[in-house]
């Protein structure tokens, strides 16, 4: 156990390690407190009524000052919630003044600012500091019980309190930065009202429930404000207009905080109204009220995204198994060469990219930071080769308008090969460098949440992506639009087999090319908006990408059809030869015995004809002689 360091209070605990081939003490426990703040702590034991409003100006200067070792420090935290709840607790038999409430929320608004977020995940996550949070929300419910009968404001950077009178009904609408939420309040007696409104107060509570709905506690999110109602007469009625701060998250909850039960319930308030960016609340009592709302139901959409992308995976690697076994028969000319050298790397720079799309989606959660290292090696890989992709279709449209358009300006296919490589994967690995190196210093480089792709709103780093495809695609069409025009004027003059591959590449252009833009286009708008359909279109296209390259780069050439039907036709028969390799002599031996019994056959055949033609002759010799002499 060691101190802590200079302007802290109090020890560190360290457990020895073997690290590195060593032992070492390394710190597991920080019980180091602001020493300013501790030494007010034991000043809040001894404390009189009469010493409060001098002990809160003090306790809100010292949070000011400190405030960056405070929001860093767990244990300093929960002493400012400690010494809260004392002045909350010893404060009931006074009237709290405009002032004191002031210095009291100033504390606040430093320990619930979004510097503090993961210090209170540490207390809220511990087994004996969890109920820090309850605490601090309890001292605010009850020194507000105990203000002055006067009427008035505060205000803080996250914080807005409005205490007045009210007659018959009451409506109010948060002026605090990024809020508008309303409290409605239709009949009341008349009565003093205070409503206090948090936008920070998030941090620090958790989002623990028991509802019907029966939803785990790592899928809900506070997603607006945090509302504190109090007041001396019984509401049977009061509506909050929330505005969401996370417009992906749905399935919207109205929730007030159970203090007995020690987390959110729903008893007493539903939803009336949600909307895009608002939720309408009713509830039939007064304390402290929010939203809870958790992500899409993703499970439909996940598997629409792997299906299909491995889909996309598969057909990519059978194009690359195709044009393995053709290559030689179809790389004849430097045309179809290079045409096919340009489907390859497409097809390589898609599969590669798909693979790095699917470790960025398993890496995000919806509805929840995004780790910065892993999601950061994921975007820049799916940066650099969906950019890839795109300078390999702008090749192709400089091949074809080179082949058709400049027909006299020829290169050598080592000059060729060369240009190939440099546009296609040096100019993309170019723009994804910058982009790294503009943005993630600053922390800007990737979405803050829910995706693991290229940040818009801080940075605008998508637009690294955006602006190089969409200047591609648009090059390419006018490129296809030059050819065409070209062609139909004075036709296409080349060789046959450079004939069909300027086609092919042709087809590759218009087709391809804008299917890309359109996919990224929806790819995009899933980035700017949570609709479900959007998400949907952007899946099914993504996952027919891998497909197109195939049917449209390598099924459709008819040289490619030729050469694997040729190939599979002499697998064919080769195979056929290896079938039944022991028949074959048999068949000879077969062959060559009914061939001799034929020949013996027709050589009998022939011996009686001959003796049959013989004996005729000698007959009818015999019968002239006979008549001769007769005759004579």
């Given at each position: 156990?060691?101190?802590?360091?200079k302007?802290?209070?109090?020890?560190?605990?360290?457990?020895?390690?073997?690290?590195?081939?060593?032992?070492?003490?390394?710190?597991?426990?920080?019980?180091c407190?602001?020493?300013?703040?501790?030494?007010?702590?034991?000043?809040?034991?001894?404390?009189?009524?009469?010493?409060?409003?001098?002990?809160?100006?003090?306790?809100?200067?010292?949070?000011?000052?400190n405030?960056?070792?405070?929001?860093?420090?767990?244990?300093?935290?929960?002493?400012?919630?400690?010494?809260?709840?004392?002045?909350?607790?010893?404060?009931?038999?006074?009237a709290?003044s405009?002032?004191?409430?002031?210095d009291?929320?100033?504390?606040?608004?430093?320990?619930?600012s979004d510097?503090?977020?993961?210090?209170?995940?540490?207390?809220?996550?511990?087994?004996?500091?969890?109920?820090?949070?309850?605490?601090?929300?309890?001292?605010?419910?009850?020194?507000?019980?105990?203000?002055?009968?006067?009427?008035?404001?505060?205000?803080?950077?996250?914080?807005?309190?409005?205490?007045?009178r009210?007659?018959?009904?009451?409506?109010?609408?948060?002026?605090?930065?990024?809020?508008t939420?309303?409290?409605?309040?239709?009949?009341?007696?008349?009565?003093?009202?205070?409503?206090?409104?948090?936008?920070?107060?998030?941090?620090?509570?958790?989002?623990?429930?028991?509802?019907?709905?029966?939803?785990?506690?790592?899928?809900?999110?506070?997603?607006?404000?945090?509302?504190?109602?109090?007041?001396?007469?019984?509401?049977?009625?009061?509506?909050?207009?929330f505005?969401?701060?996370?417009?992906?998250l749905?399935?919207?909850?109205c929730?007030?905080?159970?203090?007995d039960?020690?987390?959110?319930?729903?008893?007493?308030?539903?939803?009336k109204r949600?909307?895009?960016?608002?939720?309408t609340?009713?509830?039939?009592?007064?304390?402290s009220?929010?939203?809870?709302?958790?992500?899409?139901?993703?499970?439909?959409?996940?598997?629409?995204?792997?299906?299909?992308?491995?889909?996309?995976?598969a057909s990519?690697?059978?194009?690359?198994?195709i044009?393995?076994?053709?290559?030689?028969?179809?790389?004849?000319?430097?045309t179809?060469?290079?045409?096919?050298?340009?489907?390859?790397?497409?097809?390589?720079?898609?599969?590669?990219?798909d693979?790095?799309f699917?470790?960025?989606?398993?890496?995000?959660?919806?509805g929840q930071?995004?780790?910065?290292?892993?999601?950061?090696?994921?975007v820049?890989?799916i940066h650099?080769?969906?950019?890839?992709?795109?300078?390999?279709?702008?090749?192709?449209?400089?091949?074809?308008?080179?082949?058709?358009?400049?027909?006299?300006?020829?290169?050598?296919?080592?000059?060729?090969?060369?240009?190939?490589?440099?546009?296609?994967y040096?100019?993309?690995?170019?723009?994804?460098?910058?982009?790294?190196?503009?943005?993630?210093?600053?922390?800007?480089?990737?979405?803050?949440?829910?995706?693991?792709?290229l940040?818009?709103?801080?940075?605008?780093?998508?637009?690294a992506?955006?602006?190089?495809?969409?200047t591609?695609?648009?090059?390419?069409?006018?490129?296809?639009?030059?050819?065409?025009?070209?062609?139909?004027?004075?036709?296409?003059?080349?060789?046959?087999?450079?004939?069909?591959?300027l086609?092919?590449?042709?087809?590759?252009?218009?087709?391809l090319?804008?299917?890309?833009?359109?996919?990224?286009?929806?790819?995009?708008?899933?980035?700017?908006?949570?609709?479900?359909?959007?998400?949907?279109?952007?899946?099914?296209?993504?996952?027919?990408?891998?497909?197109?390259?195939?049917?449209?780069?390598?099924?459709l050439?008819?040289?490619?059809?030729?050469?694997?039907?040729?190939?599979?036709?002499?697998?064919?028969?080769?195979?056929?030869?290896?079938t039944?390799?022991?028949?074959?002599?048999?068949?000879?031996?077969?062959?060559?015995?009914?061939?001799?019994?034929?020949?013996d056959?027709?050589?009998?055949r022939?011996?009686?004809?001959?003796?049959?033609?013989?004996?005729s002759?000698?007959?009818?010799?015999?019968?002239?002689?006979?008549?001769?002499?007769?005759?004579a």
């Open positions: 156990m060691g101190l802590c360091e302007g802290l209070e109090g020890y560190i605990t360290s457990e020895c390690q073997h690290v590195n081939l060593k032992n070492d003490w390394i710190p597991i426990k920080k019980d407190v602001v020493k300013a703040i501790k030494d007010l702590d034991r000043k809040s034991e001894v404390l009189f009524l009469d010493e409060i409003p001098a002990f809160m100006s003090n306790l809100s200067n010292a949070a000011k000052e405030n960056i070792e405070i929001t860093q420090s767990a244990a300093t935290v929960q002493t400012l919630v400690e010494i809260l709840y004392k002045i909350a607790s010893i404060s009931q038999t006074i709290i405009q002032t004191v409430m002031e009291f929320l100033k504390t606040v608004n430093v320990i619930v510097e503090s977020k993961n210090t209170w995940e540490v207390l809220n996550n511990g087994f004996i500091t969890r109920n820090e949070s309850t605490k601090l929300l309890q001292a605010i419910e009850t020194i507000s019980d105990r203000l002055s009968d006067d009427s008035f404001m505060i205000k803080e950077t996250s914080i807005q309190l409005n205490r007045t009210i007659e018959n009904s009451f409506t109010e609408t948060s002026s605090l930065p990024n809020s939420t309303q409290i409605v309040i239709p009949k009341v007696e008349p009565t003093l009202i205070t409503i206090i409104v948090f936008t920070k107060l998030n941090n620090a509570l958790p989002t623990r429930i028991t509802s019907n709905n029966d939803k785990k506690t790592s899928e809900n999110h506070i997603n607006g404000d945090v509302v504190v109602v109090r007041v001396n007469k019984t509401i049977n009625n009061i509506s909050f207009a505005e969401t701060t996370n417009t992906s749905k399935n919207p909850q929730v007030f905080w159970n203090f039960l020690d987390h959110w319930d729903t008893t007493g308030c539903k939803v949600s909307g895009n960016k608002t939720v609340c009713e509830c039939d009592h007064t304390t009220f929010s939203i809870l709302m958790s992500a899409i139901d993703n499970t439909a959409l996940d598997y629409i995204t792997y299906i299909g992308v491995a889909i996309s995976m990519l690697i059978l194009c690359l198994i044009e393995i076994i053709v290559w030689k028969s179809v790389t004849g000319n430097d179809s060469y290079m045409r096919h050298v340009s489907i390859v790397n497409i097809a390589v720079s898609l599969l590669i990219a693979l790095w699917i470790i960025g989606a398993a890496t995000a959660n919806p930071p995004t780790p910065v290292n892993p999601c950061s090696a994921a820049f890989f650099f080769f969906y950019l890839a992709l795109f300078f390999w279709m702008l090749l192709s449209a400089l091949l074809l308008l080179n082949r058709t358009v400049m027909a006299s300006s020829q290169m050598s296919r080592a000059k060729m090969m060369v240009i190939a490589f440099t546009v296609g040096c100019a993309p690995l170019l723009i994804a460098v910058i982009t790294v190196a503009s943005t993630a210093g600053a922390g800007r480089y990737i979405w803050t949440r829910d995706a693991c792709w940040n818009w709103d801080e940075s605008k780093a998508l637009l992506f955006v602006i190089p495809a969409l591609i695609v648009a090059f390419n069409l006018l490129v296809y639009i030059v050819v065409v025009c070209k062609i139909l004027r004075r036709g296409l003059s080349a060789q046959p087999d450079e004939s069909n591959a086609i092919v590449i042709a087809r590759c252009v218009a087709i090319t804008p299917f890309f833009g359109i996919t990224w286009a929806f790819g995009t708008g899933t980035m700017l908006t949570p609709d479900f359909a959007i998400h949907v279109v952007f899946a099914t296209l993504n996952s027919l990408q891998g497909f197109f390259v195939l049917v449209f780069g390598t099924l050439d008819r040289k490619v059809r030729e050469s694997a039907k040729s190939l599979i036709k002499d697998l064919s028969s080769h195979r056929t030869q290896n039944n390799p022991g028949n074959t002599g048999s068949e000879a031996i077969i062959l060559k015995t009914r061939g001799t019994r034929v020949m056959s027709e050589v009998r022939s011996s009686v004809s001959s003796s049959v033609s013989a004996a002759s000698s007959s009818s010799g015999s019968s002239t002689a006979s008549h001769t002499a007769l005759k």
